[in-house]
């Protein structure tokens, strides 16, 4: 009998051809990369992707324990890189856009301040000198 360790992820990503690579977790759920970017996304775009599925899952979370319930949940980021190697983000941006029943300004900012600076394992994995800011679209208030 193994003993598996929660705190630990793997993946392993295969050359598939070209730029394009194919990664898989421990658990077989897959994803395509590609660095040129015509058949799917690169890393710097699934960077982005990980960061808003992150935030978002906390975001919902939250939301919930505070009674909210939404119907509406998207987050859009773009990420600023520098121009020299290695081209890494030095700004970050978010837009939450939610609506639902019971949502305020106040809970909806809570819930992504509190992702943000205290829950999202990725914000946390980012360097710190990568600003990250954010702005709130709040509809069907």
Known sequence: ??????????VTVSWVG????TGVTSTGETASIDSDGP????????????????TGADV???????????????????G?????????????HLIFRMTGDGLTENKARRAIDLSLSTYCSVVGSLSPDIPITY???????
């Open 39 to 54: 058949t799917a996304p690169g890393p710097m775009h699934l960077l982005l992707m990980a960061l808003a599925g992150c």
């Open 80 to 92: 600023t890189r520098r121009e020299e190697f290695p081209r890494r983000y030095v700004a970050i």
């Open 135 to 141: 702005d709130l679209e709040l509809s069907g208030q």
């Open 1 to 10: 009998m193994s003993l598996v360790n929660s705190n630990i992820r793997t």
């Open 18 to 21: 070209d730029a394009r690579f």
């Open 60 to 78: 919902v979370a939250i939301a919930e324990k505070m009674r909210v319930e939404l119907t509406q949940f998207e987050v859009e980021v773009s």
